[in-house]
């Protein structure tokens, strides 16, 4: 039978303070070591960046995977510590993390699918931080790539997790230059030549003034015959991102150089045909 009064509450106390002292350190420690791993991290990827022997982008992303594996591999250490401060040996959570894999190898196999993908997308630099990126039906800018998952920004701000089993095609925007492209439609009974000499002057002024212009702008021609315009057709090629702003300041110029040049922009017409009943012969 227990005796309250003859156990050693004293040696207890004392067992569970030390016990709780060991854990608040090995806690702080974690922290410590987990903040000092992403200083050396940040500074070990700012030299890299510096020096010019990988892309910023590229750069980015090695960065973010780092800083992924660090965690995993101090919550581990963490995990470890603690079963060995409450006297539980590593080999017993090595051992049951084991059985636990084994219980769970079905259900994982997505997990190691993920890896195994994010591995390759990473080796093959089919993606980097910062590229603008098209993964299935979802476009936008990657933020990083992971172990498990690989964080797409929509243009309207949605931050997507989309897991790296799922990235079967990967469409990237941010490899070369890129074109931009407008379609500018005139009314039937302008004179097409000359508008087309109006427009291609007005893409030689911002090919001399625009530095992120990389070809063009030219007039190619007649694009399509509309219902009611004639569509002409510019294209340019730009540095990475910067086509759709330059896309915009050709639309604005040409407008502008129409307006002065007596150049009509057509809107749709739309006839309407009154019936009278009464006299059918009339309309």
């Known amino acids: 039978m227990f005796n309250y009064k003859t156990f050693d509450w004293e040696s207890l106390l004392i067992d569970a303070g030390v016990k709780a002292l060991e854990v608040i350190g090995i806690l702080i420690a974690f922290v410590i070591v987990k903040k000092i791993g992403r200083k050396v991290l940040d500074r070990t990827f700012l030299n890299m960046s510096k020096r010019k022997n990988i892309s910023e982008g590229r750069a980015l992303t090695l960065h973010r995977l780092a800083e992924n594996i660090l965690s995993y591999s101090l919550i581990f250490i963490l995990a470890a510590s603690l079963f060995n401060a409450f006297g539980l040996p590593v080999a017993s959570l090595i051992a049951g993390a084991g059985v636990v894999g084994l219980a769970i190898g079905f259900g994982a196999q997505g997990l190691v699918s993920d890896v195994v993908t994010g591995f390759f997308l990473l080796l093959e630099k089919q993606l980097d931080v910062n590229d603008y990126v098209t993964i299935g039906n979802i476009d936008g800018i990657v933020e ?40 500018i439609g005139i009314a039937y009974d302008e004179d097409i030549d000359h508008v087309i000499e109006v427009t291609q002057a007005v893409c030689d002024q911002m090919a001399a003034d625009n530095p992120v212009i990389v070809e063009g702008p ?24 910067e086509q759709w702003a330059v896309e915009r300041d050709i639309r604005k110029a040409i407008k502008a150089a129409f307006d002065e040049n007596g150049i009509d922009i057509p809107y749709p017409h739309q006839v309407m045909i009154h019936k009278n009943e009464q006299n059918p012969g009339k309309s």
């Open 144 to 183: 990083a790539v992971g172990l498990r998952t690989t964080q797409l920004r929509s243009f309207d701000g949605t931050l997507n997790y989309i897991p790296n089993r799922d990235i079967m095609t990967v469409r990237n925007h941010s490899r070369g230059n890129m074109r931009a492209l407008v379609d």
């Open 218 to 241: 030219n007039v190619i021609g007649v694009q399509a015959l509309g219902a009611s315009d004639v569509v002409l057709r510019v294209i340019a090629k730009t540095e990475n991102g």
